[in-house]
């Protein structure tokens, strides 16, 4: 299952990696609450016959399953609108892992959405840098094919006191159009090389084709540009790059 901030997807695949049948998604209503996730995503298991496991991205800081942080499903009526006081109690420190696992008795991995697209794509060779660009910038670090403690790069002030979600979201993307848009976006990736000095650079997300050819055509032959299919094919990878001693 892939939560993110206009949207829930999920998928059945085999444990090779393939996806069997139709993909469902339905939208996310805003005010959204655990309850309203967890409502979704019994609706859609239940197309899903005989499934052993489960797996779960969404946006935020997760911590071995637990909600840390979200940013979008704590707001009146979706990114960039009021927080709702009883929405960010309800969501802070929610064990979501546990949560599945125990509404539908099989195990359950919960991580940010930007990891699992992540478990899809990386070699597992040195250090690979994965970034995905919707709603706001996702970010996943893989060290050797193990998952590095989750970073919430996207709040880390990028210039003018504004955030990396800021300057890159859907929102600025909609305002500057697509061209300005994409230069920010190389600006802004150029500021994270030297704080990660990858070896890989994973490029994916839904805005990721947004990203101007002119634009593309100034990265070098490490970075890679990802289909946002990743984002769901992950999801089996993910148990194998989760790091040791996770539940399930």
């Known amino acids: 299952m892939d939560c993110g901030g206009g949207g829930i997807k999920s998928s059945l695949f085999d444990?090779?990696?393939f996806q069997l049948g139709t993909a469902q998604?339905?939208?996310?209503r805003y005010p959204f609450s655990p309850a309203d996730l967890l409502r979704i995503v019994t609706s859609h298991a239940q197309a899903f016959?005989?499934?052993e496991r489960m797996t779960l991205g969404m946006p935020g800081m997760i911590r071995r399953g637990v909600v840390v942080y979200t940013p979008h499903y704590i707001r009146r009526a979706g990114p960039?609108?009021?927080?709702?006081p009883e929405l960010a109690a309800a969501w802070d420190r929610l064990d979501m892992e546990e949560a599945l696992a125990e509404r539908f008795d099989v195990p359950a991995l919960v991580l940010n959405d930007a990891e699992i697209a992540a478990a899809g794509v990386v070699s597992g060779r040195g250090c690979e840098l994965v970034l995905t660009l919707g709603t706001g910038l996702g970010t996943a670090l893989v060290d050797d094919g193990r998952l590095a403690p989750h970073l919430e790069v996207s709040h880390a002030q990028a210039r003018w006191g504004l955030t990396y979600?800021?300057?890159v979201g859907e929102a600025e993307r909609i305002r500057l159009g697509d061209s300005a848009w994409s230069r920010r976006v190389l600006r802004a990736i150029d500021s994270l090389w030297p704080v990660f000095r990858w070896d890989k650079l994973?490029?994916?997300g839904g805005n990721s084709a947004r990203i101007s050819t002119g634009v593309r055509a100034k990265f070098d032959e490490n970075v890679?540009?990802?289909?946002n299919a990743a984002g769901m094919n992950g999801g089996v990878r993910?148990?194998?790059l989760a790091r040791p001693g996770r539940r399930g």
């Open 15 to 17: 444990r090779a990696g």
């Open 25 to 28: 998604r339905t939208a996310v």
């Open 49 to 51: 016959d005989g499934f």
């Open 80 to 84: 960039h609108t009021k927080v709702e």
């Open 165 to 167: 979600d800021d300057v």
């Open 202 to 204: 994973y490029i994916g």
């Open 224 to 227: 890679i540009f990802i289909p």
């Open 238 to 240: 993910a148990w194998a």
